[in-house]
């Protein structure tokens, strides 16, 4: 039975727990609501499900890699508009939700709709003072139309702020350039398909007043052969009718709208390489550099079909849209590009992180109910509730890094993000593992909450990094072998250490907060779990660290360049050695071990996260923004240990004539 | 009434030998020097943003270096001194790894219980020293440098990264004949007014050499007043700092002659950013004399016959760099594959694929391919060692979670 100070202890604990998981909801809530009130896009109208799932697997070359149109979609929004969804109105004011897909055909076929979309996020009213356009409010959503008066102004500042080095920028500077950056990129998908839509004025075509007629540009692409021809004849003194140097010249610049990005069009042939964006296309054709000219024309036939559509004639633009797909698909396909492309796009409509975000969640509070009914029987029902929303959370984070894998071909670590969410399972995992041996409802509440913390920070830094994860690695990364022993390993010793950090943190509290009562046997379970995770650190950190090197000594010669990362990994080893030694001499009992413990989250953030902003070896990942966050991970780190050791003295203190424990 | 056990008996005095033992193998001492390992690292890691790997790593790993004074200049709000940041000496780190290497035989291999409890520590102990031994011998005997080759080209040679030579060669029918090599380390030392002299049975002369800089350039008197420094033929070394980049830096000395019969020649300055060595007559025979970075033979030819450098389509992020290569050795050839990942290893030296070039080169231009390469005795010893670790730490926890379960489950046993 606990006693009255453990009781009240318990409840102080839980007002504290249900104000930060409050705190962390409301945190979710504010971060992932559109900014601003509603917008209303005048004339909008909903494009049918079937026409974007048709859509959505539009195979693209971008990054490296063949991927659906609705993973390119989804990280130009999340780069744009901060986020992978986007809210407005329509005439009526009935709400429409936009996914990637969506925004993106809106902006590359209804290029008036989409620039009423608020499709640009702006976290610093001082960047549109800046270029002279009225801030609505600190943070907002802004649309390419209420930018446009500010547009010649913020291309005359991106370019001043450019050349000074990202370090030395202030932030309005740097979003500056960021915001321009983003407006340029729409305005190419803006102008992707003006060719299709407008077409080529036939000067003198138009009599008696009319004006002159329009041509299609694939028709004007039929002629390169004799545009050449009379080309040439110009260059060896002959003249050149000038109707026809008129439709070159209009036709180069309207394909020069449709050069930057959007890469759709594959080789011929079953040939591996470099697709073309329309723009490309078309310029090859007219400089008779395209073998294939023919079926280029074809394709660009296709566009010119699809994207000259009114918004009422959905059903037609879907049967050329299709027709479009088809031809990219059987191209592709032949040079065996695009046999993930429906997965891809399935992986990103599941959404598996936000699931698991959402059992993590749930797990947290039915954690904190456990841990407060204490072991009576609604306790238990708790605990079973627990275990299933964690297992469930930890079930999505296991199909997400799977499917992944099989998309991206190799193993689950390959670049920081693929850390966090790697890290989220595998915390979550141990813990789980750690509860079955241990069998105290620790290390099972502790589980969904340190999930839960980990799929924040993933989504966290996909926003803030907007680019797509799983686009294929550098040369000297590219070894499935060792990605799979060294990168796991050295991952799996970082998740070791922040559980045994957290398990510790855990003891602090409950002994701080006197939980703990004189349960002798919760403190001993605490004790060993935490002892057994600094081994588990310790082996697999040591091991991991040595792979790295026995790595870098067969790709570059060298078993250990003093490489921040490595040397990160490094610290992580003697930490958890000087922890396991000073433990096996007496110097640290149970209070001074958990202490240390507490501390490795420090030298694992450093190792994880840190050397990645020093901005120098062979892991730099040039970042500039975040360090804050890991300060302030630094300073809560060391207040609980202060708090750690304050209890500490407090606990010898009321005992006297004890050695402590 | 309690039997006496063996530590409530009276124990003997130790001995001064016993006491220097205790201490040397103790946990106590193994705790400290891992901590102090880890600042250590941890300060190496900070300063090399601001003064570059390898003068970070000759100021804290270094044999020459007992002690270290960290850098805090990177702390705004430390507290400085005189307008210097306060600091504090800690033990250099090559001597900190020769302790630990010490503790560890003693306490985790002399001292250390033996039983099967305690045999998977035992190993992992001895794979750790194996592991330091290894760092040592590869941080003593192990040579690094790189060859550069153009496609259709062939190459024997190898330039070291940092070290700076003196060549002393006889000119013959317009090429060297015989190269004679003054090493780095007989050199690097010649500061501050040192001179040494290199007696040459071969030539007919010896060369002194004085005023060594690791990093300058020569400067003419007339493009820039010297702040002292001592002038030759109106140029002078102008040392400066040295680079993040230690490969960068190019080094300086002065030199004379010295005739058999004692008397000597003028000085004359060699730098390692000169484009060409000093050129001397002696009688009829003409020497040249030069600073570069020391070339060394390899026992065999390399002929770059196409190089391939791969991007993912679409990007400039590289794919794959291939270069294909023919090995010549005694008139036999061998056709060889080096690229990332994939070095080729023979007669104990490691080819890389490093780098390649022109930059931005475009189709049917003739490419360079740039290989790191090695000699390192102890090249698969850390791999051997790693997997003395990993079965003894595997053999500890196994037998602990062993434990750990058994225990475990006889308490919930009881408890029921």
């Known amino acids: 039975m606990p006693d009255s100070s453990s009781k009240v202890g318990r409840v102080i604990a839980l007002v504290l727990a249900v104000l930060a998981v409050a705190g962390l909801f409301s945190y979710l809530l504010i971060e992932n609501m559109p900014k601003g009130s509603l917008r209303t896009v005048p004339g909008y109208a909903a494009w049918s499900e079937e026409t974007l799932q048709l859509a959505e697997t539009l195979p693209i070359q971008d990054g490296g890699r063949v991927k659906p149109l609705s993973t390119y979609a989804g990280f130009a929004m999340l780069g744009m508009h901060g986020a992978r969804s986007m809210k407005i109105a329509d005439d009526k004011g009935a709400k429409i939700k936009l996914t990637p897909t969506a925004w993106m055909l809106d902006a590359l076929v209804r290029p008036m709709l989409a620039i009423e979309q608020p499709t640009f996020r702006i976290d610093n009213s001082k960047v549109l003072e800046a270029i002279g356009v009225e801030p609505r409010g600190r943070r907002d959503r802004y649309s390419y139309k209420d930018l446009e008066a500010g547009r010649e102004k913020l291309g005359e500042l991106a370019q001043t702020y450019a050349p000074i080095d990202a370090k030395e920028r202030d932030p309005v500077q740097t979003q500056i350039v960021d915001l321009e950056t983003n407006v340029r990129s729409y305005e190419s998908l803006l102008g992707y398909f003006a060719f299709a839509r407008n077409g080529i004025t036939l000067v003198g075509s138009g009599k008696e007043g009319q004006p002159d007629s329009r041509a299609n540009v694939s028709a004007v692409m039929m002629m390169a052969p004799e545009i050449q021809k009379q080309l040439q004849q110009s260059q060896h003194g002959g003249g050149m009718n000038p109707n026809l140097r008129g439709l070159l010249d209009q036709v180069l610049e309207v394909a020069n709208y449709s050069r930057a990005g959007l890469p759709i069009l594959p080789p011929f042939g079953g040939e591996k390489g470099s697709w073309r964006n329309a723009g490309a296309a078309i310029m090859q054709v007219m400089s008779g550099e395209d073998a294939n000219a023919a079926e280029t024309i074809a394709d660009i036939e296709v566009m010119e079909s699809f994207a000259r559509h009114n918004p009422g004639e959905e059903a037609a633009f879907r049967t050329d849209l299709a027709t479009l797909r088809e031809r990219i698909i059987t191209r592709a396909e032949a040079a065996g590009e695009s046999k993930h492309v429906e997965l891809e796009a399935s992986y990103f409509r599941r959404n598996w992180f936000l699931n698991a975000m959402v059992f993590f969640l749930v797990g947290t509070i039915t954690a904190l109910a456990m841990w407060t009914a204490g072991r009576h029987s609604l306790g238990q029902w708790f605990s079973w509730t627990t275990l299933g929303f964690t297992l469930a959370g930890l079930a999505c984070c296991v199909a997400a890094i799977t499917t992944r894998c099989i998309i991206m071909e190799r193993p689950p670590v390959g670049n920081l993000y693929d850390t966090i969410i790697f890290i989220a399972s595998s915390v979550v995992a141990f813990a789980l593992i750690v509860e079955w041996l241990v069998r105290r409802r620790f290390a099972l509440g502790i589980a969904p909450v340190l999930g839960l913390l980990l799929i924040i920070l993933a989504r966290r830094y996909e926003v803030g990094d907007a680019k797509d994860h799983l686009d294929p690695l550098v040369a000297v990364l590219d070894s499935n072998f060792w990605l799979t022993i060294h990168v796991i390993t050295i991952t799996l010793g970082y998740s070791a250490g922040l559980l045994s950090a957290f398990l510790s943190t855990g003891y602090v509290f409950l002994r701080g907060f006197g939980l703990i009562g004189g349960d002798q046997n919760l403190r001993r379970s605490l004790t060993r779990a935490v002892y057994g995770m600094l081994c588990l650190t310790l082996f697999l950190s040591l091991v991991g660290t040595v792979l790295g090197g026995i790595w870098a000594n067969y790709s570059w010669g060298r078993f250990w360049g003093w490489d921040p990362k490595e040397n990160g990994a490094l610290l992580i080893v003697l930490w958890t050695l000087a922890i396991l030694h000073a433990r096996l001499g007496g110097y640290l009992r149970e209070w001074g071990l958990h202490l240390a413990s507490v501390f490795t989250a420090v030298v694992v953030t450093f190792s994880w996260w840190h050397v990645n902003f020093l901005g120098v070896g062979l892991h730099n990942y040039g970042f500039t923004s975040g360090k804050g966050a890991i300060w302030a991970f630094y300073a809560a780190m060391l207040g609980v240990l202060g708090f750690g050791v304050f209890a500490m003295v407090l606990s010898r203190r009321s005992k006297p004539g004890r050695m402590p424990s | ?262 008397s000597k020649g003028d000085p004359f300055i060699l730098a390692g950013a000169s484009f060409h060595p000093f050129t001397l007559k002696h009688g009829d025979r003409v020497f040249t004399v030069d600073m570069r970075k020391r070339l060394w033979a390899m026992p065999f030819t390399v002929r770059l016959d196409e190089f391939d450098a791969r991007f993912h389509p679409g990007t400039m992020k590289p794919a794959k760099f291939i270069s294909h290569i023919t090995r010549i050795e005694d008139g036999h050839e061998a056709p060889v594959v080096i690229q990332m990942n994939e070095p080729m290893r023979y007669e104990g030296l490691t080819f890389f694929q490093a780098s390649y070039g022109p930059p931005g080169a475009m189709p049917g231009q003739k490419m360079y391919s740039v290989f790191e390469i090695v000699r390192n005795p102890a090249d698969k010893w850390p791999e051997y060692s790693l997997y003395i670790v990993s079965f003894g730490m595997l053999v500890t926890f196994l037998t602990k979670l062993g434990g750990f379960v058994v225990t475990s489950t006889r308490k919930r046993s009881n408890h029921a």
């Open chain 2, 1 to 262: 009434m309690p039997r006496p056990t063996n530590s409530d008996l009276p124990q003997p005095p130790k001995g001064p030998l016993r006491t220097a033992f205790d201490f040397l193998s103790g946990f106590g001492l193994a705790t400290i020097l891992l901590l102090i390992l880890g600042l250590l690292t941890w300060f190496a890691t900070l300063e090399q943003i601001d003064h570059g790997l390898y003068p970070t790593l000759r100021k804290y790993f270094d044999w020459r270096e007992w002690y270290v004074l960290p850098d805090f200049s990177w702390l705004d709000w430390w507290p400085k001194i005189g307008g210097n940041p306060l600091t504090f000496p800690l033990p250099g780190g090559y001597w900190t790894c020769a302790l630990l290497l010490v503790n560890m035989t003693l306490g985790g291999v002399i001292r250390i219980r033996k039983g099967w409890k305690s045999v998977g520590n035992l190993i992992a102990h001895f794979g750790i020293i194996f592991m330091l031994v290894a760092g040592g011998v590869a941080h003593h005997y192990s040579e690094r440098g790189n060859m550069a080759v153009g496609e259709g080209a062939e190459s024997n040679v190898a330039e070291d990264y940092f070290e700076y030579v003196v060549e002393v060669a006889e000119i013959v029918d317009g090429k060297p004949d015989k190269v004679l090599v003054i090493r780095g380390d007989r050199i690097e030392g010649l500061t501050d007014g040192a001179s040494r002299v290199f007696r040459f049975p071969d030539l007919p002369f010896d060369v002194e050499v004085a005023g060594y800089l690791e990093n300058c350039v020569p400067v003419s008197v007339n493009e820039r007043a010297p702040a002292g420094e001592r002038v030759v033929d109106d140029f002078y070394l102008m040392e400066k700092p040295g680079e993040k980049n230690a490969e960068a830096n190019t080094a300086g000395c002065y030199a004379r002659v010295l005739e058999r019969d004692g």
